[in-house]
């Protein structure tokens, strides 16, 4: 399972951050999704559930996930456009010349001390 690999990465990381900032429990954590990572966010809360009971330091965390829009680049007509409604041909010129600028990426863009 895709989801439980990051999941268990993220806390991984998470209990690293809380130690090396002398934390002794994580409040908030924001997580961005991108749109076209392919990770089930529905999954993923379960994943994160799971790791909770067995990181103290997440015990009493809350995941917060946040979606990151698809965006593709069309290098024919040097113009961005939506990659979930488009796909991989430039709405504006018909190429095939693009590429994804962003929306496969999954950060953590915020970690909240208790
Ligand atoms: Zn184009």
Redesign the pocket.
Known sequence: MHEMGIVLHLAKTLDQTAEENKLTAIGRVVLQVGEVSGIMTELFTDAWDYFKVRHPVLKDSTLVLETIPAVTW??????T?ETVKYGKT??????G??WLLRGNECVIKEIEAE
């Open positions: 069309c290098d024919h007509c040097k113009q456009y430039c709405p504006y010129c018909g190429s010349e693009t």
